[in-house]
């Protein structure tokens, strides 16, 4: 005989106010399989609980309805209550009389009616309750982030100084990022690969980080604390352990292509290393562009090895690993303005995006930081800035803000100011936002101490006249048309998901928004988390993002993980589906209902009892039945509704509780 | 209240035809209706807390019931509903694409469009039955959806359509 106590509470005044709560209690005694019921005036402070868990006791109670705030609230705290007098705590439930009674109704008699309802319903679904234990599952100690720009690095190096292992896994022959590419970083005009190469060494250098370069993450099957990934390791035709680094293949190399790191503004050899300080810096062969894969005559690189690491026979290579738990700092690409016509559809050599000015400006770059305009070689003169290209436009581009833009505009534009004599740099803007420490200083200092012109606009058109390049816009503050004979134009196009970013999400089984950009769990409170447990993001995948929001969040990221792999088991949920295998019938409708892929179909061997129709009796048959991963579900019942046999059932919010709750009334 | 002011509908006209006893002009004007709500944790029942917060007044006639996701309302939760005398039935989740499980309210938006056919086929008057999306920060929404529904289902009077007196033997494909 089951035994509910009914545990109703005043909430001060908040609840009796509106609901009689003596009455409350009177008549929840009434209610079948109430043994005992009793109000208080704050049933969550510390004499409450006393008091409930002296109930528990005194009167052998097996179930508890607490009559109070929204389970939202107070759930947790009336479990570990429960459980402190040794009762399970999914024995407990809730009526929810504040939040969905006594603060939505005035009138007394009406609400106090509600409220009986509300705790009939939750000693009817009560008494249906079962015990609930968590299962455990081992936590693999090993940490993979995928990516390995800035954002990447900085979780692996943050991960991997706690202690434990870290696989970095980059698409580049070298880690890096767009980072990389960057000459100077605002607001502090440090140089980009001043700051980050170090950092890059030292991720190389940590003897608890692997860096896997020139790889892409190909499958991710498990779930928290235990996922196995497949990671295809791309063919470098290099032996890395061989390779010393001596560049020699790179010199002689008689194959040359556009080289992306330096936005196709020079060449690169086919057998190569995207630049001089990448890491790992060993050469990789393109095999698109090299000489030897394209007509099978070449191999001076080959014959050229000191140490005879060249391998045409190199073959791409398929690892699974298991981790525990995975960053996800896959980073972002860069709007095509080649969709903007008025902008002359990319066909005008002097239009460039904000990184290829970059690398203009680069020491490192094609031109040796001489800011030469792509066309010709001579020195631009009057530079103007296009801003918001492709971002805040809801027709070609996107409806957000890059975030990065104003700034790199600004310190784009003071750079013009800074290395060209006699120079001009006009900036056309929508709006200035400049929302970071010393960004707005930065700001007004490219405007009052170099002397960078911002025209409040947008623009029109470019068209080229007579070898120049006209800028036409608006001045929206003073009202009038104007021109601008520019030598080159820069263009902030808008940060935005890697064009892959959706099918890579499926892959792993993260969702993404309607930008692509992966969902975090909480825009505000869970701003790392993904709705996967176990994975966790980082830097501009998430959304547009600056380099010290992205290591920022790299660092929470990072701190996410240590936290789960700290421990050596983690309880799970014990809210997840469950199949009756006597009632399935294997018709694995479920297993494609399932967002989390956690039902898959298994065989089981069973003897059989009596004479069936399909065999003799005592006979040992097998069939199909779904099987639910308990580390997967997460516990939405989609399953459950999806299940044509009835076999699949909802732990804590069973068919059986759910009606219960409904046939009470 | 009664039939003649032009509220005319489909389970009035089946009552009659079925000779059922109670008759709309039996419910007094103050009558209110049974309204069950089942709730997704995440999004409505996070909007109806927030009402409750917001001390927002709505009437007192919905009992809500908690599930995990929108998806997890079982269509014949609600059949029993109606069998139980509930006059009115709201199935709310979140907002399509912001499901918590990422796809649990996809199945409630195509489970229930076939649904309140069904119930239509029936001859259920389909006003009974509503399914809506009401995010954890639409307290107002909440108290605008509970209200509409209470003030579209009293002229309709007490649900006889599909109540059974007699339960036990029915629904036997679920709860077993």
């Not at chain 2, 989740?93 to 409630?108: E, I, K, L, R, W």
Request: aromatic residues 8%.
């Amino acid at each position: 005989m089951k035994k509910v106590g009914v545990f109703v509470c005043h909430c001060g005044t908040n609840i009796a106010q509106t609901v009689n709560c003596e009455q409350l209690a009177e008549a929840a005694k009434t209610l079948p399989g109430v043994a005992y019921s009793t109000e208080y005036k704050y049933m969550c402070s510390d004499p409450g609980q006393t008091m409930i868990k002296k109930a528990i006791e005194e009167h052998n109670l097996d179930r508890v309805v607490v009559a109070a705030c929204s389970p939202r609230m107070h759930e947790a705290t009336f479990r570990k209550c429960v459980n402190g007098a040794g009762l399970n705590p999914y024995l407990l439930e809730i009526a929810n009389i504040r939040e969905q009674c006594s603060w939505v109704h005035s009138d007394k008699t009406k609400a106090t009616a509600k409220a009986e309802d509300l705790i009939r319903m939750a000693v009817a679904k009560a008494l249906k309750n079962e015990k609930l234990t968590p299962s455990v599952i081992p936590i693999h100690k090993r940490a993979l982030v995928i990516g390995g720009g800035i954002a990447g690095i900085q979780a692996a190096l943050d991960i991997a100084d706690t202690g434990y292992q870290v696989d970095l896994v980059e698409r580049e022959p070298s880690i890096g990022g767009k980072m990389a590419q960057i000459d100077k970083t605002f607001p502090t005009m440090d140089c980009s690969a001043c700051i980050l190469t170090p950092k890059m060494v030292d991720a190389a250098q940590h003897p608890n980080i692997t860096i896997i370069a020139y790889s892409e993450v190909e499958k991710v099957e498990g779930y928290v604390g235990n996922f196995d990934v497949t990671i295809r390791r791309k063919a470098t035709c290099v032996d890395p352990v061989k390779c010393t680094g001596c560049g020699l293949c790179s010199q002689k190399c008689p194959s040359k292509t556009d080289s992306e790191f330096e936005c196709n503004m020079s060449q690169r050899p086919a057998i190569y290393s995207p630049f001089p300080q990448a890491i790992p810096n060993k050469p990789v062969i393109d095999q698109e562009a090299c000489r030897y894969f394209k007509t099978g005559k070449c191999k001076i690189c080959q014959k050229i090895c000191a140490s005879d690491a060249v391998n045409f026979e190199d073959q791409d290579e398929l690892v699974t690993i298991r981790y525990g738990a995975i960053v996800v700092a896959t980073g972002y690409s860069l709007y095509d303005y080649n969709q903007y016509g008025e902008y002359g559809y990319g066909q005008y050599p002097d239009v460039i995006s904000g990184l290829d000015f970059e690398r203009l400006v680069n020491a490192s770059g094609p031109t040796m930081g001489k800011i030469k305009r792509p066309s010709d070689g001579q020195e631009p003169k009057t530079v103007v800035f296009i801003k918001c290209v492709g971002s805040r436009d809801a027709n070609r581009g996107h409806d957000y803000c890059s975030r990065a833009c104003c700034m790199y505009t600004a310190k784009h534009a003071t750079m013009v100011r800074d290395k060209i004599k006699d120079s001009q740099a006009v900036v056309f803007y929508m709006d200035i936002r400049t929302p970071g420490k010393n960004y707005e200083e930065f700001y007004l200092r490219a405007v009052e101490e170099y002397g960078v012109t911002y025209v409040r606009g947008r623009v029109s058109r470019i068209y080229m006249e007579s070898g120049n390049l006209i800028v036409q816009g608006e001045d929206t503050i003073l009202g009038t048309q104007i021109l601008v004979v520019a030598d080159m134009v820069v263009l902030a196009t808008a940060m935005e998901a890697q064009p892959d970013a959706a099918e890579f999400a499926r892959k792993i089984g993260i969702t993404f928004d309607q930008n692509n950009f992966f969902n975090e769990a909480h825009p505000k409170l869970r701003p790392v988390e993904t709705f996967s447990a176990g994975i966790y993001l980082a830097g501009a995948c998430q959304g547009p993002k600056d380099i010290p929001d992205s290591v920022a969040q790299a660092g929470a990221a990072a701190a996410k993980v240590v936290a789960l792999l700290s421990k050596d088991e983690m309880a799970t949920e014990p809210i997840v589906a469950e199949v009756n295998t006597n009632h399935c019938s294997g018709c694995g409708f479920c297993v494609p209902v399932c967002p989390y892929k956690a039902i898959s179909l298994k065989t089981l061997t069973e003897r059989v009892h009596g004479s069936v129709a399909w065999g003799p009796a005592g006979k040992e048959i097998t069939r199909q039945v779904a099987e639910v991963n308990k580390g997967l579900c997460q516990g939405c019942g989609a399953c459950t509704v999806n299940c044509r046999s009835g076999a699949l059932d909802l732990l804590g919010f069973t068919n059986e509780q759910i009606l219960a709750e409904v046939d009470s009334l | 209240m009664t039939m003649d002011n032009g509220q005319w509908t489909m389970d009035n006209e089946m009552q009659r035809q079925q000779g059922t006893s109670v008759r709309l002009d039996s419910v007094g004007k103050d009558w209110d209706p049974k309204i069950l709500v089942f709730a997704c944790q995440y999004c409505t029942y996070a909007g109806a807390d927030l009402a409750g917060l917001s001390r927002l007044q709505y009437p007192t006639t919905t009992r809500v019931i908690r599930v995990p996701c929108s998806g997890r309302t079982n269509p014949q939760f609600v059949i029993r509903a109606f069998q139980k005398g509930f006059d009115g039935v709201l199935v709310a989740g979140c907002h399509p694409g912001d499901c918590h499980f990422s796809t649990g309210n996809y199945f409630t938006r195509r489970r229930y469009l076939l649904m309140t056919r069904l119930m239509e086929f029936v001859g259920m008057d389909p006003r009974r039955f509503r399914v809506c999306w009401i995010s954890g920060s639409e307290g107002p929404k909440f108290q605008q959806v509970v209200t509409e529904l209470t003030d579209a289902i009293r002229p309709l009077g007490p649900n006889h359509k599909l109540r059974d007196t007699e339960l036990s033997s029915l629904v036997g494909g679920i709860g077993r």
